[in-house]
């Protein structure tokens, strides 16, 4: 890639509640081997430690870092907020517990400069675990056609263990990038109404790139490693909590009303029911009836608080930020 003139990529990177995996992730990213980029953290922790406050006041130095404090947490507002205020032709985000190769900014960049039909970048994204595993590690080198039908490719897309570049229906949201344009000229935004973990926020934008004839593209060498830490990142209440579980069913039943067909919506619904409250694979959950019942319960209560943001969404857009 050498005499290229390389686009301008907006690294965006909300945080919550992290600190030292924050500051190694923004470590990884001032080092990247990529001639032009800018780095924006939108910072929802109220009060840093005294390490990572250090940190962030030096980094603010460098031209190509701005941070950005904010007295919310929500992770797909984080998102907008971030975008409104980047310059670059590319749009990446991360998560603030990843570690980078410092050929991952060109491993992105890359595809938008061979392929002018693709908006947007799914990136691979290894685990922990994954990397324990090593050699042994199950490889897939394409995925399924389930992994392309909008009613049950979240049971069948596999972006840790495939192999091979190929369209892909979606990204994952601590490794995805898009052309500016998606937001500066079809103006789709992240909707905030996705709440909790936000699960299924870039899922549903991804479903909205497609109706503007992009593909959505995904490139195993743009990889990086989650650390998936148990605690921190841009939940707006706590996982423990049955208010974030009943809000994991809402942003699925949420996505489904917004884009899917009614032979769609009833097969997610269907595989939703299967996995998360019976507890089948993939989701391996306890099968004792008691439990069953009690995520029954959350699982219907997701559906009505669903139902009420459809109704909602009369007069609201899901943009709190522009208000």
């Known amino acids: 890639m050498k ?33 032009s980029f800018e780095v924006l953290v939108i910072d ?7 390490e990572t406050q250090a940190y962030l006041e030096e980094l603010k130095t460098q031209a190509k870092f701005r941070w950005f404090r904010v007295n919310w ?13 980047a310059t670059g032709e590319i749009i990446l985000f991360i998560d603030d517990d990843v570690r980078l190769t410092e050929e991952f900014l060109k491993a992105h960049a890359r595809n938008y400069l061979e392929r002018p039909d693709v908006g947007a970048v799914a990136g691979r994204v290894l685990n922990p675990k994954s990397l324990e595993e090593g050699d042994k590690i199950l490889t897939i080198e394409y995925l399924p056609t389930e992994a392309m039908d909008p009613g049950i490719a979240w049971y069948y897309i596999d972006l840790t263990h495939t192999v091979k570049p190929q369209q892909v229906i979606t990204s994952r949201g601590c490794n995805m990038s898009f052309r500016s344009e998606i937001f500066n000229k079809y103006l789709l935004w992240f909707d905030e109404r996705f709440r909790g973990s936000a699960v299924r926020e870039e899922s549903d934008l991804c479903l909205r790139i497609r109706q503007t004839g ?11 490693v989650h650390l998936e830490e148990p605690t921190g990142g841009c939940h707006d209440i706590s996982t423990r909590t049955l208010e974030y579980q009943i809000t994991h069913y809402h942003n699925h039943f949420w996505m489904a ?7 769609e919506s009833l097969r997610l619904f269907m595989r ?4 998360h409250v019976l507890g089948n694979p993939p ?5 004792s009836l008691p439990k069953i019942f009690v995520r029954g319960v959350l699982y219907m209560l997701g559906f009505f ?14 943009q709190i930020y522009n208000e």
Do not use: M
Request: glycine content about 4%.
């Open 257 to 263: 009303f917004k884009n899917l067909t009614f032979s």
């Open 272 to 275: 939703l029911f299967d996995c």
């Open 73 to 85: 947490a929500s992770l797909p507002r984080a998102r907008n907020y971030g975008v409104r205020r």
């Open 283 to 287: 989701c391996h959950k306890s099968g």
């Open 3 to 35: 005499n290229i003139n390389f686009p301008l990529i907006s690294v965006i990177i909300p945080t919550y509640g992290r600190e030292k995996t924050l500051q190694d992730t923004l470590a990884d990213v001032i080092k990247q081997d990529y001639p």
């Open 305 to 318: 608080s669903a139902l009420v943001t459809l109704v909602q969404s009369i007069w609201s857009d899901g």
């Open 44 to 50: 929802q922790t109220p009060l840093h430690t005294p």
């Open 214 to 224: 992009y593909k959505i593209w995904y490139d195993p060498e743009a990889v990086l």
